[in-house]
């Protein structure tokens, strides 16, 4: 059954760092655009990054434009989110999740979704 299973989180103090990983199986990789995604507390969930299938293509929003890095291994069905500079306001469940080649800002799209992960940064 296809499935993305997210790990790499945890408690950090605000300026670490974490790399998240996707790792897909079910499906082949290299034809899915992966999306990272979280939700904090109270608030809404909220697109992260994406990269496309070629790797060709990436985004990130606003907030962790500079600080985040999405990349993709598809020899090893992962995908990474290396977060840097980590501060309070990056605290949420983060969620990777699929669509076929490109990305898209329309969580509707993304029909395969991993559990979530923690990240909690404080000091």
């Known amino acids: 059954q296809p499935q993305l299973v997210e790990s790499g989180g945890g408690l950090v103090q605000p300026g670490g760092s974490l790399r998240l990983s996707c790792v897909v199986s079910g499906f082949s990789l290299n034809i899915y655009a992966i999306g990272w995604f979280r939700q904090a507390p109270g608030k809404e969930r909220e697109g992260v990054s994406c990269i496309s299938s070629s790797g060709l293509v990436s985004n990130y929003a606003d907030p962790v434009k500079g600080r985040f890095t999405i990349s993709r291994d598809n020899a090893k069905n992962t995908v990474y989110l290396q977060i840097d500079q980590l501060n309070v306001e990056d605290t949420a469940t983060y969620y990777c999740?699929?669509?076929?080649?490109?990305?898209?800002?329309?969580?509707?799209?993304?029909?395969?979704w991993g559990q979530g992960i923690q990240v909690t940064v404080s000091s």
């Open positions: 999740a699929a669509r076929p080649v490109d990305c898209k800002n329309y969580e509707p799209l993304y029909r395969l």
